[in-house]
């Protein structure tokens, strides 16, 4: 049985310090490398708690002056990073540490983006070939996770939407990939049901949407599969009776399902996305609906990729169908919904999300092609 209390250390693909305590580190790492004065990026929700404050105090007790910036939406917007970042310059900071979820983590890396690049924050984005403007060093960028859904601590990107539209810009650059993770798994040991539950499916998507993309990418497959035997050993444990075990296996397997998804994610994001731009949706929540419908169109054709899925899950029929019947359950005993209709998607936002996924960046690495048609028939089926 593995003791997650020990503090281990992965250089995969930067340096993760994973393990209970490990955030404790964190004082020290700073002044080791002549660091003194933090930005802390994260959300209003988490910057209230106690572990945050714990944090905060941790520093300070080590004279690393802190200043903190919360301000920022659960669907990250561009005006977070403007504000962000005039908090840096103004307060004259040496490093930025991003602490929390998904949202936290885009924003943080958006931050460590804009403060030496001065064009436009979206001529960075990706899908345009703005990375080739990313020439410039960025300030010292730490992460620290305090969910396990995302993964977006050793990400090399940050999806920040337009503030009038909200469509979903991607930037990136190796440049912006964390120095150094402290993936601590008692830091998400006091996390609400429901938000465990649904970042948990998100972490369980891109491990799932990672193995069946097109390509030939064996490193990504493999790291994605043992994330979905992870992922399976714990996600009801750990919503309805947590433990440090089960925390810690989400944890892992979402830094993994991060790592995994560079070879591409597919369908199921491209109907997520629309959900939380158009109506606001909790992203985690959004794949959580859709998956197993995504999951369903994906299945013909590809048998043999979701037998492996079913092995993986340790599933008695080893079929795409059995996969998709798990994925039900697996919603049902975290008391997650199955249908759009009850996270208040209605009929007459099918064709305005049908056009907003088909025109999403994630369904090309689908190992299906997806056109508008098919996204109106998956939002009518799950709703």
Request: hydrophobic letters at 45%; proline letters at 4%; glycine letters at 6%.
């Amino acid at each position: 049985m593995t003791d997650f209390n020990i503090i281990r250390q992965y250089n995969f693909p930067t340096i993760i310090r994973f393990g209970a305590g490990a955030v404790k580190e964190l004082p020290d790492h700073l002044i080791n490398n002549n660091l003194r004065k933090a930005l802390l990026v994260t959300d209003p929700m988490v910057a209230k708690l106690n572990f945050f404050q714990d944090i905060k105090k941790s520093l300070e007790a080590k004279s690393i002056s802190v200043e903190v910036f919360s301000d920022i939406h659960k669907n990250p917007v561009k005006s977070d990073v403007i504000k962000g970042g005039d908090v840096f310059k103004s307060t004259n900071r040496d490093c930025i540490i991003g602490i929390g979820g998904g949202a936290a983590m885009d924003v943080a890396r958006a931050i460590a983006l804009r403060i030496n690049h001065h064009r436009d924050l979206f001529d960075y984005d990706d899908l345009i070939g703005g990375d080739k403007y990313v020439t410039e060093d960025v300030p010292y960028f730490i992460t620290i996770p305090t969910t396990s859904g995302t993964g977006s601590e050793v990400g090399r990107s940050a999806i920040i939407s337009e503030d009038d539209t909200h469509r979903k810009r991607i930037l990136f650059s190796p440049k912006l990939l964390a120095k150094i993770v402290f993936a601590d798994p008692l830091l998400t040991m006091e996390l609400p049901g429901f938000i465990t539950a649904a970042t948990g499916m998100d972490a369980l998507t891109h491990n799932m949407e990672a193995f069946v993309a097109k390509g030939f990418h064996p490193m990504a497959d493999g790291i994605a599969l043992e994330g979905i035997t992870l992922i399976n050993e714990s996600i009801a444990d750990v919503v309805n009776n947590p433990s440090l075990e089960s925390r810690s296996k989400m944890m892992i397997a979402s830094l993994m399902g991060a790592v995994a998804f560079q070879k591409g994610l597919g369908v199921v994001h491209s109907l997520a996305h629309p959900l939380s731009s158009l109506l606001d949706t909790h992203h985690g929540l959004a794949n959580a609906v859709n998956l197993p419908y995504g999951m369903r169109f994906n299945i013909a054709g590809f048998e043999d990729k979701f037998k492996r899925i079913a092995r993986a899950m340790n599933l008695k029929n080893e079929t795409g169908e059995a996969v998709v019947e798990h994925l039900f359950s697996l919603n049902k005993q975290m008391n997650l919904p199955l249908k759009l209709s009850a996270i208040g998607v209605k009929h007459e936002h099918i064709e305005t999300l049908s056009a907003l996924a088909f025109a999403d960046f994630c369904h090309p690495s689908n190992p299906k092609v997806v056109n508008e048609n098919d996204f109106k028939k998956l939002y009518l089926e799950a709703l």
